[in-house]
């Protein structure tokens, strides 16, 4: 949204100069916005970026020129009522890969990410149970690195528009979205009291696993994933698509060797030493769960579930679901050792 602003003198009186830039999508949505959603998001702005501002008047600048202006002493004052962790209030600094950076609703963000994850299969619970893990998650980088990248391990966020333009029933989606977002405003997990990372995967080989680096994760069954249809796969890669991937050379024989316990592992290929997470990355494999066969010439690589296998299986969440357990049994569930807060208060 807005990327930059100045407070500038103008016949007596402090005017607030709001820049944006037709650059991205945000600032098209937001000049056809009406003015009372204008006003509203100009107010988070000041008041979620601590501006010292005390007038009343707001111009808002696209690309260098002026193109409307607003007057807050004509609004009501309880129209601003602010609840700092909630959706359209709390506010995200999104960093893009050219260093630009701008403001979005968390409402916005979370809009996207759920969109990411949107199948008609899918339960409203979990899909609730996903849009706390990233209420959380948006409130972690904002506390802690004060903006959040356009993509990240955790996250890909995209313009709504890319959406508009994939589902003919966009606006029906976005309706239900938004009805998700309303229901857990304000709720994040947090462990003692920082707030977790957004451990989601698709599916599991019957079990979730720990992870020293993260106390929080927890390794619980969830033989429902069995049944998934990615519970099981495999792929085979020759000798030359090794080397190219894994940009190294391997002398005869293909020689493979896992060293470490399951949850400090180092694969030795000739010699060349990876983790687990570079050899997934690099070799497409779709789960952290993976094992090799090693043949004259060629390697296939058994993988077991989709993802990285930490936190919330979505498989097994959606079977939870469907024999009618909450989004809040969901959590518990999977993050048993987190407790789930709305602002300061515990929710039992």
């Not at 008047?57 to 602010?82: A, C, F, M, P, R």
């Not at 600094?93 to 990410?113: G, H, K, V």
């Not at 990240?152 to 528009?161: I, P």
């Not at 029906?172 to 304000?186: F, P, T, Y």
Request: hydrophobic share 35%; net charge neutral.
């Amino acid at each position: 949204m807005f990327y930059h602003y100045e407070i500038l003198p103008y016949k007596g009186e402090d005017i607030l100069y709001l820049y944006l830039t037709m650059k991205y999508e945000f600032s098209k949505d937001l000049l056809s916005n009406s003015k009372e959603d204008l006003e509203r998001r100009c107010k988070n702005f000041i008041l979620s970026n601590h501006i010292p501002y005390k007038g009343n008047k707001i111009y808002l600048v696209v690309d260098g020129v002026v193109v409307k202006s607003l007057n807050l002493q004509d609004t009501q004052e309880n129209h601003y009522t602010i609840y700092p962790y909630y959706a359209d209030s709390f506010m995200i600094t999104l960093s893009f890969p050219d260093y630009s950076e701008c403001e979005i609703s968390l409402r916005e963000y979370l809009l996207s990410i759920l969109f990411s994850y949107y199948d008609t299969s899918l339960s409203f619970e979990v899909l609730k149970a996903i849009c706390i893990l990233y209420n959380t998650y948006c409130f972690k980088m904002m506390n802690e690195y004060h903006k959040i990248k356009e993509e990240t391990d955790f996250a890909y966020y995209r313009h709504l528009s890319y959406y508009k333009m994939k589902y003919s029933n966009y606006q029906d989606i976005k309706n239900s979205l938004n009805k998700i977002i309303e229901e857990v405003d304000g709720i994040f997990l947090q462990y003692g009291r920082e707030y977790i990372l957004p451990f989601i995967h698709y599916s599991n080989k019957g079990k979730t696993l720990l992870n020293p680096k993260y106390p929080y994760l927890s390794s619980v069954k969830s033989m429902w994933d069995i049944l998934s249809n990615t519970y099981l796969h495999y792929q085979d890669y020759s000798k030359e698509e090794l080397e190219k991937r894994l940009k190294i050379t391997i002398t005869n024989p293909i020689r493979i060797e896992i060293k470490g316990n399951v949850y400090q592992r180092k694969i030795v290929i000739n010699h060349t030493v990876f983790t687990p997470e570079e050899v997934k990355s690099l070799l497409d494999i779709q789960s952290l769960d993976y094992y090799f066969l090693v043949y004259s010439d060629y390697v296939r690589i058994i993988s077991f579930g989709k993802g990285n296998g930490y936190g919330l299986s979505i498989y097994g969440s959606n079977e939870m679901a469907k024999n009618g357990l909450k989004y809040y049994h969901i959590l518990r569930y999977y993050f048993p050792k987190v407790g789930i807060y709305r602002n300061i208060k515990g929710l039992s």
